[in-house]
């Protein structure tokens, strides 16, 4: 978890610049960050006023590998029933539903599996893969439902599939299980440490022009604009 105050400039020499017009946003989270539900309609509220070409890009961080290997030091967590109180927090927050008992009746053992599930949609697709990335969180978050299993990545697939008619979830139940979509993921999970990331979410931004900068942590629609603003020199985020 983290609050809006973190900005970080990156060198030049690391991550070339973005096109000539658009705008370039890697998104490092997990599917059970709360953060980055409690974030979701700000960031949708600040893409709506954004009138640039905007390519949005999930990374997977992997932010529960097991219980027996996690450690949040900064929120006091090492089991699952102390991630509730972090998720009521969120809740407050960003107002925006959350059912913290899933910690209580049926605690995800891993994060990594919904993570590979991303990678496995992004093969086909990276707009369906933020859907799915979308219905991951809403079916921990909100329904319940346990993404560690794989009869519900499957289910949710399925449900995708609805929306995006070139979506293959046959395709994605062999890439679940496959070798490529775990090799992305563990891409992610270079990326993710070499940038030295592990608050999320965590925004890796691209603006023609200027220095890219990260952005830790929740974001409000307006910490967002004044950070665009701030790094960019008032970059005009609407087009001429």
């Not at 610049?17 to 980055?36: A, N």
């Not at 219980?67 to 925006?96: C, F, R």
């Not at 995006?164 to 979509?181: I, M, Q, S, V």
């Not at 992305?184 to 691209?206: A, C, G, H, M, V």
């Amino acid at each position: 978890m983290a609050t809006n105050d973190t900005k970080e400039q990156i060198p030049n020499n690391q991550i070339s610049p973005g096109g000539t017009d658009g705008i370039e946003v890697k998104f490092y989270t997990d599917p059970l960050c709360c953060w980055t539900w409690a974030m979701q309609p700000q960031w949708d509220q600040f893409l709506a006023i954004v009138d640039r070409p905007t390519k949005v890009t999930y990374k997977m961080g992997g932010l529960l590998p097991s219980w027996k290997h996690y450690h949040d030091a900064l929120n006091s967590i090492t089991k699952p029933i102390q991630m509730g109180p972090e998720w009521m927090h969120a809740k407050a927050v960003g107002g925006v539903p959350v059912n913290d008992r899933i910690w209580l009746t049926d605690p995800p053992e891993s994060s990594f599996p919904a993570c590979i599930a991303v990678k496995a949609v992004e093969l086909q697709s990276e707009d369906a893969a933020a859907k799915y990335f979308f219905l991951l969180q809403e079916a921990v978050m909100v329904q319940g439902l346990n993404i560690a299993r794989t009869p519900v990545l499957i289910t949710l697939a399925d449900r995708l599939a609805g929306s995006y008619p070139h979506f293959d979830p046959f395709l994605f139940r062999n890439d679940l299980f496959g070798e490529r979509a775990r090799q992305e993921f563990s891409n992610d999970l270079q990326e993710t440490r070499y940038f030295n990331i592990s608050r999320f979410p965590t925004l890796l931004i691209k603006i023609p022009g200027t220095p890219p900068f990260l952005l830790n942590g929740f974001q409000t629609r307006d910490s967002l604009q004044a950070a665009f603003s701030i790094n960019t020199e008032g970059f005009d985020l609407r087009s001429k």
